[in-house]
DNA sequence: TGTATATTCCAACATTTAATGGATTGAAGG
DNA sequence: CCTTCAATCCATTAAATGTTGGAATATACA
């Protein structure tokens, strides 16, 4: 019978491991990352603002959990998310997070949904509007993660060229501003500059992972 | 712009705070308890074989994540999940850990589904069968637990007491026997108990939270 | 073959965390 | 009111973790 506390203090440990890596903010951002497509640890240390090499610890961490495999393309190492299920929970803990933590809710709240932006209500009606062409879905993240996986009937523009190319918008409809999720803050600059220039802007919190579209290899 | 590298990481920094909870072995435990039903502390600490302070601390960092509730009962305090989705992002998160450490998939192998051991295939053929009579499911956790959340058709022979009342069980039918989830070890210990007895024995690894019935409230 | 580049490994420090023992709160019951 | 009991708080120690800098690896390229 002590054995049997043994095995069992043994299996929640296992579950502990996966449970730590969702346990620090870097390590949380850079899962975000990885959720549009794969990436070299260059380009996660420079997206989340974190020397390489402390990147490379926290892959490390990522990769001894199984939670993300490499691949060598030439110079550069490529992470990619080992499972969409690793999405999934990603997804899950941010949403229980914003469904419990009300400091979350309210730093949230000053990032977007100020009380004249609103929310598409629900995903099916959006998807019915941007099908006939009576909104227009903009994924504002690069282009490479465009690529990887969009939303259905997105059209890319980057948020550094948005300025140059907003003549590529149309000004009678509204436009329904989309990036990594809704802890990137590209999605909020793009409404605030598209509203400023006179155009009907929505911000959509929601990034490829919150819709289930990633991909899990890109091409 | 560097205001806006300081708001990203206080998000990712609350939702780490969620993440946290879950890094602790001995809080798993807990969490998987309290998806049983409400439990007082000194309960909480002995089924987890831990001391009551070194229960109360862990019990407090779930307090402060906003995961648990408290409510005081005559003489104890009891706990009990904040919401049903405490108990859903704990199955995935186990879930996940075993579609992806072979170690946990390994340890998992020696407590049941030996050779001999056939799984139910699903849940609807399952259930079917219960409803007809033609399985016996058996809960084999405390009564107290029974009562909060049970799986439907399901009889309650707590394990301590199932030598006693072997009687009341079929010979002629299969007995599939479950307990608190796939690291609980009571529902194995029952397989094996009636198996030696001349019962035919099915290990069913789910507990009700992985059901998905978790009693917000016990009554 | 040698050099440049991307990434990882290793060692060190500061911080955080888990766990334990002693003192404290706060309600229950005589 | 005083005692009892459950639970928490506080202080301490040992272990684990995040982070940084320097050295090492391994591949691409010339």
């Known amino acids: 019978m002590k054995g049997a506390r043994k095995t069992k203090d043994l299996l929640y440990e296992q579950v ?79 949403t229980l997070a914003e469904e419990r933590l009300i400091e979350l809710q309210m730093a949230l709240q000053k990032i977007a949904a100020r009380p004249d932006d609103l929310v598409p209500s629900d995903r099916a009606s959006l998807m019915k509007a941007a099908r006939k062409g009576e909104v227009v879905v903009l994924d504002v993240r690069p282009t490479e993660e465009y690529l990887a996986a969009h939303l ?14 907003l003549a590529e918008l149309p000004k009678d409809r509204s436009i329904v501003a989309y990036c ?29 992972a919150e819709w289930g579209l990633v991909a899990s290899r890109q091409e």
């Open 152 to 165: 259905p009937f997105a059209r890319s523009i980057p948020l550094n060229e948005l300025r140059q190319r």
């Open 180 to 208: 990594r999720g809704p802890y990137c803050l590209m999605a909020a600059d793009a409404v605030e500059l598209l509203k400023r220039e006179g155009y009907e802007a929505i911000h959509l919190r929601d990034g490829v």
């Open 16 to 94: 502990a491991r996966i449970g730590k890596v969702f346990s620090s903010p870097k390590r949380l951002e850079l899962i975000e990352l990885l959720c549009q497509g794969e990436k070299t640890v260059e380009i996660l240390a420079r997206e989340a603002a974190i020397s390489v090499k402390l990147a490379s610890a926290h892959l490390r961490e990522l990769r001894t959990a199984h939670l993300v495999a490499t691949e060598r393309q030439g110079k550069n190492i490529c992470y990619r998310l080992a499972d969409k299920s690793v999405a999934e929970l990603w997804v899950q803990i941010h």
